[in-house]
T-cell receptor, first 113, second 117 residues
C-alpha cells in the first residue's frame, strides 16, 4: 500500500537554482523521513522530522511538515550537479498490527551544470 | 569501516533456480529489512527482522524466504515460486527504539541487481 506520494515525479533545474519536492501521505504519522538515491545505488538518509516539528534544517536542506494537510516538502537550496538523484519520502505506518516504513515512488531530480 | 554490505552486486539466474542474496552489517543494529525496487518505483518491503531467529513478512513476501541466525546477517532467498524476480534488491538495518525499528533512520546497502534469464 502507498502511504507517501512525491510530487513532481521528475524535476529538471539549472545549477544554483532551488529545488522543491513535495510529499503527501494518507494516515497519521509519528515521523517522516527523506532519503536520497543515486542511480543504481542504495538509499541514503537525509533528514527525519517528527510529527510535533514543523521545520528542520540540515545544511542546504530544509524540510517542512504540515500534519493538518498531511504533507511535507524538501527544499534544496543552491543546487549542484552532484544533487542529481532520486529523492524519496518515507513515513511510518501501522498496518496489520505491525509498524513499518513506507516509501513513496520518488522525485527524480536532474541538476544541469 | 562500519556499514552494511550486499553481495553480489549483479546476479543472473535461470528460470526455476533459487538464488540467495547476502546482506551483512557491522553496525550492531537489531533490525534488518529487505526491499524490492522496480524501475521508477519506490521500495516495497519483502521481509524484516527485529531480533535474531525471528522475522516477519512484509507486503510482498510470496516467493521469498529469509533467515536470521546471526545478528549481523540477513540473507534473502529468491525462490522459483517468485514469478517476476528481476528487480533491484536493497537490504537495510536500523536500531530499535521503543520496541520498533520504524521510528529511526534506516541504513542501506548498495543493492543487488537480479536478472532472470
Amino acid at each position: 500500500s502507498q502511504q507517501g506520494e512525491e510530487d513532481p515525479q521528475a524535476l529538471s533545474i539549472q545549477e544554483g537554482e532551488n529545488a522543491t519536492m513535495n510529499c503527501s501521505y494518507k494516515t497519521s504519522i509519528n515521523n517522516l523521513q527523506w532519503y536520497r538515491q543515486n542511480s543504481g545505488r542504495g538509499l541514503v538518509h537525509l533528514i527525519l522530522i517528527r510529527s510535533n516539528e514543523r521545520e528542520k534544517h540540515s545544511g542546504r536542506l530544509r524540510v517542512t511538515l504540515d500534519t493538518s494537510k498531511k504533507s511535507s516538502s524538501l527544499l534544496i537550496t543552491a543546487s549542484r550537479a552532484a544533487d542529481t538523484a532520486s529523492y524519496f519520502c518515507a513515513t511510518d505506518a501501522l498496518e496489520g498490527g505491525s509498524e513499518k516504513l513506507v516509501f513513496g515512488k520518488g522525485t527524480k531530480l536532474t541538476v544541469n551544470p | 569501516d562500519g556499514g552494511i554490505t550486499q553481495s553480489p552486486k549483479y546476479l543472473f539466474r535461470k528460470e526455476g533456480q533459487n538464488v540467495t542474496l547476502s546482506c551483512e552489517q557491522n553496525l550492531n543494529h537489531d533490525a534488518m529489512y529487505w526491499y524490492r525496487q522496480d524501475p521508477g518505483q519506490g521500495l516495497r518491503l519483502i521481509y524484516y527482522s527485529q531480533i535474531v531467529n525471528d522475522f516477519q513478512k512484509g507486503d510482498i513476501a510470496e516467493g521469498y524466504s529469509v533467515s536470521r541466525e546471526k545478528k549481523e546477517s540477513f540473507p534473502l532467498t529468491v525462490t522459483s515460486a517468485q514469478k517476476n524476480p528481476t528487480a533491484f534488491y536493497l537490504c537495510a538495518s536500523s536500531i530499535l527504539l521503543g520496541g520498533t525499528g520504524t521510528y529511526n533512520e534506516q541504513f542501506f546497502g548498495p543493492g543487488t541487481r537480479l536478472t532472470v534469464l
